[in-house]
């Protein structure tokens, strides 16, 4: 299969091939892995019970899902990826915003996939031929698995949609062989290893729960669903029907990894971490699925994730090619990996990590998708390549390539998420007015789409009313040179 040659450019009708299927496929298939696995064991360690943590995951993925889905259509209208198609909304240069906010999401999903697939390997391994767990043996089972991951990400979208389909019916069938595995040791109670609820009372972690694992999941697609959907022919395939198969392929890809997640976790009583205790709880039967699961799985994510990441920079750096971008950022996610291994324990790095990328990328894409419904879905393609082929103006290209309003309105919420949120190492100031409750997905996304109105719809008031003082003047300078207007004819 052909090396992928398309960058952030846009994509010819007759190169968007894809379809809806393909699309619940790769969601599907490239979730199936123990990076979106683990965040199914956040609510458990947080103190919650089975059905305390069941009931956070579902609500936060199928609201997250709803704001989210909608962004998938975006990029079937303008052939290439969401950062790039915010230039409508941002600016030509403005749209930069959603390249590094894309940047961040997949940088810390693919390092998180990678650290998690790979401490399970090295457990398993030492579990089946006794390899120890040292600094060497985590080294290079990290290095295999950047390794792996970057050859799918550099060779490109068909590759990972080939492997997604793959992974969705292979690691499927693994977890059902994990549900057989774990089942007897399977309990409902909260584990008394957690000392109780995070927060101290239920609502307040609760909800935390419900933005960590639920929420989090379909808020790490704002940028990456136009990777997928720019290959879709709005010709040949509805709006409706990509929108539906969005909807179930975030719904099934994210739901179904992390309620095993959560499942495994009462089943190994997984309180304090998950990749030990998941790997001595395994029967020994279940290792070498097990350690399938870890690798191939973890490939298919932290691929898609670092193919996002690669056109992600390409849109930043126009001159670089998307596979030397892709490269690039390899080197950095695998620093990250080591990074977290040693000097971070995996339920803080996890939490701070989604809810502060949450509390920045919600206004975002509320933004993004207050200008996709003003619009009605029609872009100038052209356009929103301005930026891209180091030329100026255009319709987006406001002023200096920035549509000052709406990143500014970004900005706003951004902050107001961020002096909201509430993490194991800082509380912001905000939270006194929730309650001591994280609501800075809410704050943020509300206060960045109400800013964004407000401006836009200032502007135009400012701006009609100069076009009627104009029209004033040119009437009573034709009354006092004794001419009359057209209305007088």
Avoid at 24 to 30: A, K, P, T, Y
Avoid at 77 to 101: C, D, E, H, I, P
Avoid at 343 to 364: E, Y
Wanted: glycine fraction near 12%; hydrophobic fraction near 50%; aromatic fraction near 10%.
């Amino acid at each position: 299969m052909p090396m992928e040659q398309r960058g952030v450019d846009t994509i010819p009708d007759e190169e968007r091939t894809s379809g809806p299927r393909d699309l619940v496929s790769i969601l599907l298939g490239s979730n199936l892995c123990l990076g979106v696995i683990v965040f199914g064991w956040l609510p458990p360690s947080f103190g919650l019970n089975w059905w305390e943590s069941v009931t956070s995951i579902v609500v936060g993925t199928l609201l997250g899902t709803a704001l989210t889905a909608p962004l998938a259509l975006i990029s079937l209208r303008t052939a290439t990826n969401l950062s790039t198609s915010s230039g409508a909304q941002f600016g030509v240069r403005g749209r930069l915003v959603g390249s590094v906010v894309g940047l961040l999401l997949a940088l810390g999903y693919s390092a998180l996939t990678v650290w998690i697939g790979g401490d399970v390997m090295v457990s398993v391994l030492g579990r089946l031929v006794g390899m120890p767990a040292n600094d060497v043996s985590y080294g290079v089972v990290y290095a295999l698995l950047a390794a792996a991951t970057v050859a799918g990400a550099v060779y490109g979208y068909r590759v990972l949609l080939a492997m997604s389909r793959v992974l969705a019916i292979g690691m499927t069938a693994l977890l059902v062989l994990g549900v057989i595995a774990y089942a007897p040791h399977f309990t409902t109670d909260a584990l008394p290893e957690t000392g109780g609820y995070l927060l101290g009372g239920f609502w307040p972690t609760w909800l935390l729960a419900m933005v960590a694992a639920g929420l989090s999941g379909p808020i790490a697609f704002i940028t990456l669903l136009g990777d997928y959907t720019r290959y879709i022919s709005p010709a040949r395939h509805t709006s409706r029907r990509v929108l539906h198969a969005t909807w179930l392929g975030l719904i099934l890809g994210l739901l179904v990894p992390q309620l095993f997640g959560t499942f495994t976790a009462y089943a190994a009583r997984a309180a304090l971490d998950y990749a030990g205790p998941l790997v001595s709880a395994s029967p020994a039967w279940y290792l070498v699925p097990l350690l399938l699961a870890a690798s191939a799985g973890s490939v298919g994510n932290a691929g898609l994730m670092l193919y996002s990441m690669g056109l992600d920079l390409d849109a930043i750096l126009p001159r670089a090619s998307r596979a030397t971008a892709t490269y690039a950022v390899a080197v950095i996610a695998t620093a990250c990996v080591f990074i977290g291994h040693y000097h971070s324990s995996a339920q803080d790095a996890m939490t701070s990590f989604v809810l502060l990328l949450t509390a920045i990328g919600t206004p975002w894409a509320v933004i993004t998708l207050i200008g996709f419904a003003r619009c009605r879905g029609v872009y100038d393609a052209e356009a929103l390549q301005v930026f891209n082929r180091r030329a100026r103006g255009g319709i987006y290209w406001f002023r200096g390539g920035w549509n000052v309003p709406a990143t500014v309105s970004w900005a706003l919420g951004a902050v107001v998420g961020l002096l909201a949120v509430s993490l194991p190492s800082y509380e912001g100031p905000l939270l006194g007015l929730t309650g001591g409750v994280d609501c800075s997905f809410l704050l943020s996304g509300l206060v960045g789409g109400v800013a964004y109105v407000l401006w836009s719809a200032l502007g135009s008031a400012r701006t009609e009313s100069g076009a009627d003082h104009t029209e004033a003047e040119a009437d009573t300078s034709q009354r006092r040179s004794g001419h009359s207007s057209p209305s007088g004819v």
